[in-house]
């Protein structure tokens, strides 16, 4: 990412009298660590960053993830700004100011809510997006018009392809990131520190979260929220909160962005439901689900019992 | 801490049905590490700490800096109780929201602003605080006196003695204690991120911690902020902000509490001068200093020199 944009950006930023210093980090989640956090701790104090420095993060949704929270946590918080340049960080991680890092037995467990001064989304950084990374971040485009906006879900019903970024007519490509930001930022608005509504956004996400630990980020975020969107409407279906009908539709949508619909084989069941019960979304010991009830509608439950999504969980395996 | 007031808080709290589980940290400022923020982590993490969870602080100012910040940064974010343990930690640490870890370079360089649902202060416990430890909490007594409230200054000045607990009746205990917490609060409630106000709770600490990082914690804070306050008095006498009467009665007070007046020979004021140039109270490469204008009143200023900081280090140094 910053072979192709950073030079630009810093030269931007130094005609404007900015002051400016690189640090260039590896990417993925792997490197989402307190390890990585600390690199950029110790550039905060070579660089000397004081109250009324900025940081700007450069890159997906790792990169924002971590460089939020060392913003948010340096000198008891700095400004920063975020410049995805992934869709899935276009449309998801880069708004609402969740920023996090992973502990070693499972994801985002450190963190802060630190709301970024500035998110600049230019579409343009997408064409040197690896064609996986378009993909599963479709994911989290198509959870959206699940959750809140049914307008967006059909528009990307009627689009020919959802797979490779040269096949999204530029004018829906851009309608898809107003959409999406959109539909984040109200949410977040409503509800900053996910007392309620905000949850919404993890439609897909916990059963997802267990996937990508279990498979050791081998499935990457897009692809886990995938498959737990599939998994979360069977357990819709099993509750008869919506129909047949539904169920097929977002299953078709994510098949069309030839996203995967099901665990792999490799994937141990049990690590998935030990890092379901260890992760966040568990209140007082019970599941918490986001499950949908028609297209553009979903509803937080407190009552899915671990059998149930253990019996899910089996039907949701590739074959042998 | 733990041996002498852990049994009784962990039976009280299970009497009222919580679930209880202990850790136990070493005190310390060089405890105060990322090292040891990751124990707290690793047993939020095995203890299944949840949103709903609570973290309780039973100790000092380090306790209660880290306790808070892994409360701050755990699940983005949990309730803690302050139990502070030490004079310092209950006019001072516990009462305000300031979490933080150190830096290797320097002290509280991340860290968050994470209000405690509760800051529990009983005097009782401080008969088992060592005399070291009490007298330089007075050092901050001593501040808030001068920044904030001379009544308060001129009750200190009307005690015999202030260098040891027992010569301390006990309702000048509780009404320094009352006094303190209150000139705490009202500063935080009008200034919670330290914007402007706020940083009059400095006073002696921009030299202090310089001297604490230059003496590796071998002058405790309390110390450090006491001779801090004698260089800021001697910079603001120097700069004709106040009187040497003013000047008088502080060094009075300083001595009273039986604190040092002087930074010990064997530190390195090239290290001190280096800790306060990466200190977060540096903007835009100016020293920023709280200096007093009289007994119960301070200010801010942003326009001390370097040079100046430098002649009033020498003078302030122990004659070898």
């Known amino acids: 990412m910053f072979a192709h944009y950073g030079g630009a950006l810093s030269q931007g930023l130094v005609g404007e009298d900015f002051e400016v210093r690189e640090l260039l980090l590896a990417p993925g989640e792997?490197?989402?660590?307190?390890?990585?956090?600390?690199?950029?701790?110790?550039?905060?104090?070579?660089?000397?960053?004081?109250?009324?420095?900025?940081?700007?993060?450069?890159?997906?949704?790792?990169?924002?993830?971590?460089?939020?929270?060392?913003?948010?946590?340096?000198?008891?918080?700095?400004?920063?700004?975020?410049?995805?340049?992934?869709?899935?960080?276009?449309?998801?991680?880069?708004?609402?100011?969740?920023?996090?890092?992973?502990?070693?037995?499972?994801?985002?467990?450190?963190?802060?809510?630190?709301?970024?001064?500035?998110?600049?989304?230019?579409?343009?950084?997408?064409?040197?997006?690896?064609?996986?990374?378009?993909?599963?971040?479709?994911?989290?485009?198509?959870?959206?018009?699940?959750?809140?906006?049914?307008?967006?879900?059909?528009?990307?019903?009627?689009?020919?392809?959802?797979?490779?970024?040269?096949y999204i007519p530029p004018d829906l490509l851009q309608e898809i990131l107003r959409r999406c930001a959109q539909a984040k930022a109200a949410i977040v608005m409503q509800d900053e520190k996910e007392k309620g509504l905000r949850a919404l956004l993890n439609f897909g996400h916990t059963i997802g979260h267990g996937i990508e630990t279990a498979t050791h980020y081998q499935v990457n975020h897009g692809e886990a929220v995938g498959i737990g969107m599939v998994l979360a409407s069977q357990i819709a279906l099993h509750l008869q909160l919506w129909s047949e009908d539904c169920h097929q539709r977002l299953l078709n949508l994510i098949a069309k962005a030839k996203l995967p619909l099901t665990i792999p084989a490799t994937a141990d069941r049990g690590e998935i439901v030990q890092a379901l019960m260890s992760d966040k979304k568990v209140e007082g010991g019970k599941l918490r689900f986001v499950l949908p009830r028609a297209i553009g509608e979903a509803d937080i439950f407190d009552t899915v019992s671990l059998d149930l999504v253990k019996q899910i969980l089996t039907i949701g395996y590739t074959k042998n």
């Open 30 to 166: 792997r490197f989402k660590t307190a390890r990585t956090l600390h690199k950029i701790y110790d550039c905060a104090q070579e660089f000397h960053l004081e109250r009324s420095s900025l940081m700007v993060a450069l890159g997906g949704g790792v990169i924002g993830d971590m460089t939020g929270f060392a913003a948010a946590t340096w000198l008891r918080g700095i400004d920063f700004i975020q410049v995805p340049t992934s869709l899935l960080a276009m449309v998801d991680a880069a708004i609402g100011g969740k920023t996090a890092i992973n502990h070693a037995q499972g994801k985002n467990l450190i963190g802060a809510f630190h709301q970024p001064r500035l998110v600049w989304i230019d579409p343009q950084v997408l064409s040197t997006l690896p064609g996986r990374e378009f993909r599963s971040a479709m994911a989290e485009v198509i959870k959206y018009g699940v959750i809140w906006d049914e307008e967006l879900f059909c528009l990307l019903e009627q689009s020919p392809r959802l797979d490779q970024l040269r």
